[in-house]
Every structure is written in structure tokens, then in C-alpha cells.
């Protein structure tokens, strides 16, 4: 070869257009991994979750959708432009993950996980990206396992649609709470029932659906409240009619196997509807626009940028490690003594009702009784509030889901520890047609809370500035026979008698 056609060879290999996604995708993976690595417990944690229930297996799939419809509608010309708007979202992601984290909140943690993914996409493709890709860039938010905290609302707005609807055909049907009591025996509209996951897949759907098919931002949304609309109803429609079925075979049809069979094929020809109405709707999609070699190749490498999002993500991992989880070496008492109340008797816990606290240092449980009245006393102690432990959390909670099941909630004002609040007061149902209405109260460093968000709030404060102080649940349970308020008033003459919280607290500290 001569040196003529090496230098030709060469200057063809110098002009060769490369690949302009090469770069801000190389970077983005590598700003994804470092995310994953320094906020490891949330990612974990995140993932955990989707494989180990059913209910939020979609989130494994979130991500590669998100990439598709990126890739499917890219009809903007992928130039330079500004870094800032994705250093603004990951700062305030992290702002969030560090909230998150020292109140043990998982679901705010995962949101600003989330939040500092957004971000980085525009720290690395700039602001233009942000903008065109908002929608599918959204659609990342339902990597969150968010629906535990919608279901108690879901399973009320389906009791209540079922409810309405046995009567509106004439039914013989009451309702306690989530319990529905027709000719045919009671049912219950269970978490299981609630229809979160129909809600979610629908939602997914219909997200999908209007971003490929709709062009305006408004058109999108309302179609996600229409989907979210007729899910929720569906889903009421879908309990009557297997409660108006069960009633009328007298529990030979719709009953077992039979309810989930029904439920599946009813949704199927939900989806089909939700999709039916859509399609009627379809905007005109605009002609793709295919960037250009020099187009595309004029994406500017934004590391100062880069430098900026990795000082974020060590700064935000950096205060989490040393700040909010520093070690505590506090310790528990050998014992939890009980409250004292002149005037009542102390006797030993029942056999059928105890509060579920599995994770607290120390606990203890005690029956109280005059006269004329009893109430039932769970209490706990938390050396200090972390991980798998925390003092306000789903798992710390007055019923088994076994022999006692929430069925519905109350709020009524109650006066304990020195403090007149309005408290959410929970109705149990039992075997036998047991009802018992319990009082949840949580303390931290000498302080009550009746609201377990007020809590989380002192302790992401306290933690923020490096404290991590001691804390526990105390509940108070009274049974009744006709009303809630019977209950509710034999609480009120139980904790009108308690003792201080400080009084308590220093008997056990002195341990």
C-alpha cells in the first residue's frame, strides 16, 4: 500500500461520523451505577420488593418501557443545551432522600431515588431532553411500590360502591366497615380486594397508551383520571358482582376459585373498553423528525455537569452514612414496666388480642379493669428508630390479620398523657362477632404523637441534626357490643387516669 493511500485510509478513519448517543449514554450508565452503589439500601430495597410481590412484579419492567418510549418518539434534534435544570431535580431529589431516609420512609426515599434518575438524564442530555422526554421520564416514578398507602382508602370507596349497588337492586345487605353481611353470610372486601393492582396496571396502561397515541399534555392526563376513574369502579362493580352471585346461588357460585376467575375475565374486558374509548381519541401523530450525524453530534460534553451530579450523589450519600445512620449505642431496659392508673386493677394480658410489635426492644401488655369497665394495654420501647425497626411503621399495628382484622376507622378526641387530641381510633373485628376500637399512640424523647406523619416528622428533624432518640407505641383497646362510641368512652376513662409519660419513662430509664 502506498503512503498516499495510508493517509487516505487515515483521513477517512478521522472524518468518520461516530455514534452521538455514545457518549451521554456511557455517562448516564456510569451516573446510574454510582446511584445505585452510594444509595444501595433504597435500591435494594426498591428491588427487593418486586420480586418478592406480585403486586409490584411491573417494576422490573418500568425501565426498559421508559427506554422504549424514549426511543420510539425521539423527534427532537439532540443538541446542546443547559445542565442546570438536571442539577436543580437532583439536588432536590437528594434534599428528599435525605428526608426520607432519616424519617424511615421508604416511599419518599424511593421517589427521590427516582427524582435523582430524572435528573441525571438532564445534567447529562440537557434540558432539551428533559423537556421532550417529561412524559416517559414520568413514567418512571412507577418503579416506586407506591399503592400500600392507597389501599385502606380503596377498600372503603369498594365497600361503599358494593354497598350502594346490593341496595340499588333491592338486596338485603348491611355494612360494618369493610364487612358486608347479606342472606348469603358475611364478606369482606380485603386488602387482597381493594383493587390496587387493577388500579396500577390500568394506570400503566393507560400512561403507555397516551403518550403514543396523544399529542397534548391535557389530553394525556385526563385520560389517566378517566383510567383511574373506571378502574376504582370497576372494581366496585366487579365485589357486587360476586357478592350478588354468591347471594343468589346461596355460596355455590363466585366463592374460592370461582371469584378470581370472574375477576380476571372482568378485567381483561375492562382493559379492552379502557383501550376502545382511547383509540376513538387517537390524535393525529406528527411526521418523525430523524436528527442528522451533525445534528446530533453537536450534544455538547457537559462535564462540569458530571462533576456536579457525582458531588451531589457523594455529598447526599456522604450525610446519610455520618449524619442521619450514626451508630447508637443506647440501651434498652431490662424490663417495660406498665403504666399505672389509680383506680384500676392490673391484670394479665387476654389470650385473643395483643398488639403485633415484633421489632420493639422491649415490650409489655396488660389488662386494666374496674367495676364497670376494661380496657386492654400494648406497649413498646425502641432504643432508637432504624431499619427494619421502625416505631411508626405498617408492622407495628393492632391486628394480627388472623383472628383481628381492621375494618374500618373512627376519629374521636381523647385526652392521655397531659394532651386533648383528635385521634384516628381503628375497629377490629373478631371471631364471634367480636369488635374491639383501639387507640394508637407513639412517643419520642418525653414527647406523645396521636399521629404516626407527626412522628415521622420529629424524627427526620432529629435526625437531620444527628439524633436519634428513644421512642414507642403505646395501644389502647376496649371491646363494645353495639357502637364504636362505647369503646371510645371507656378509653376516655382509662387515659384520663394514666400517669405522666415523664413519670413512666423515668421508672423504666432508672432500669
Given at each position: ?218 389530553k394525556r392526563l385526563a385520560f389517566l383520571l ?86 451531589i450523589l457523594l455529598a447526599t450519600a456522604s ?100 394532651q386533648s387530641k383528635n385521634a384516628e381510633i ?86
Open positions: 500500500m502506498t503512503a498516499a493511500a495510508i493517509n487516505n485510509v487515515h483521513d477517512d478513519e478521522v472524518s468518520a461520523p461516530t455514534n452521538p448517543w455514545v457518549w451521554p449514554l456511557t455517562v448516564l450508565g456510569c451516573l446510574t451505577i454510582a446511584l445505585i452503589a452510594m444509595l444501595h439500601p433504597t435500591a435494594f430495597t426498591m428491588a427487593k420488593t418486586w420480586v418478592t410481590s406480585s403486586a409490584y412484579i411491573h417494576g422490573i419492567a418500568v425501565a426498559p418501557i421508559s427506554i422504549w418510549m424514549i426511543k420510539t418518539k425521539t423527534n427532537f434534534q439532540l443538541a446542546k443545551s443547559s445542565f442546570v435544570p438536571g442539577a436543580l431535580i437532583m439536588i432536590g431529589g437528594a434534599l428528599l432522600w435525605l428526608m426520607g431516609r432519616a424519617a424511615t420512609v421508604s416511599l419518599v426515599e424511593q421517589v427521590a431515588f427516582v427524582t435523582l434518575l430524572i435528573g441525571s438524564v438532564g445534567v447529562v442530555c440537557g434540558a432539551k431532553a428533559l423537556r421532550a422526554w417529561a412524559f416517559p421520564l414520568g413514567f418512571l416514578y412507577f418503579m416506586v411500590p407506591f399503592g400500600e398507602v392507597l389501599i385502606p382508602h380503596l377498600q372503603m370507596i369498594t365497600a361503599q360502591l358494593t354497598i350502594s349497588m346490593l341496595t340499588l337492586v333491592g338486596a338485603d345487605v348491611s355494612l360494618d366497615g369493610t364487612l358486608i353481611t347479606t342472606p348469603a353470610g358475611i364478606f369482606e372486601v380485603a386488602e387482597a380486594c381493594a383493587g390496587m393492582m387493577f388500579l396500577i396496571a390500568a394506570l400503566m396502561i393507560a400512561s403507555i397508551f397516551s403518550y403514543m397515541n396523544f399529542q397534548s399534555w391535557g378517566f383510567a383511574a376513574s373506571v378502574a376504582i369502579l370497576a372494581n366496585g362493580v366487579r365485589v357486587f358482582l360476586i357478592i350478588l352471585t354468591a347471594t343468589l346461588t346461596q355460596n355455590r357460585l363466585a366463592i374460592g376459585p370461582d371469584h378470581l376467575l370472574v375477576g380476571w375475565l372482568f378485567y381483561a374486558f375492562i382493559f379492552f373498553i379502557l383501550i376502545s374509548v382511547g383509540v376513538k381519541h387517537t390524535d393525529t401523530p406528527p411526521s418523525k423528525y430523524i436528527p442528522s450525524d451533525k445534528a446530533t453530534s453537536s450534544l455538547s460534553r457537559n462535564y462540569t455537569g458530571v462533576k456536579a451530579a457525582i458531588i450525610y446519610g452514612a455520618f449524619i442521619i445512620e450514626r451508630p447508637v449505642s443506647r440501651t434498652a431496659p431490662t424490663s417495660l414496666t406498665l403504666l399505672n392508673a389509680p383506680g384500676w386493677r392490673i391484670l394479665p394480658p387476654p389470650d385473643n388480642w395483643r398488639a403485633a410489635l415484633p421489632h420493639a426492644d422491649r415490650t409489655a401488655a396488660a389488662t386494666y379493669t374496674t367495676q364497670a369497665s376494661t380496657v386492654y394495654v400494648s406497649m413498646s420501647y425502641f432504643t432508637h428508630d432504624r431499619r427494619e425497626a421502625e416505631i411508626a411503621t405498617y408492622s407495628n399495628r393492632a391486628w394480627d390479620g388472623d383472628y383481628w382484622r381492621k375494618i374500618g376507622a373512627v376519629n374521636e378526641v381523647v385526652y392521655l398523657f397531659g381503628f375497629i377490629l373485628a373478631g371471631a364471634e362477632r367480636r369488635r374491639l376500637a383501639v387507640v394508637t399512640t407513639y412517643w419520642l424523647d418525653g414527647e406523645i404523637y396521636f399521629n404516626p406523619w407527626r412522628l415521622k416528622l420529629a424524627q427526620m428533624k432529629a435526625k437531620l441534626r444527628g439524633q436519634n432518640p428513644a421512642g414507642g407505641v403505646i395501644m389502647i383497646a376496649a371491646s363494645y357490643s353495639q357502637h364504636p362510641d362505647e369503646a371510645v368512652q371507656t378509653i376516655r376513662e382509662f387515659t384520663i387516669d394514666v400517669e405522666p409519660l415523664h413519670t413512666w419513662l423515668t421508672r423504666n430509664h432508672a432500669l
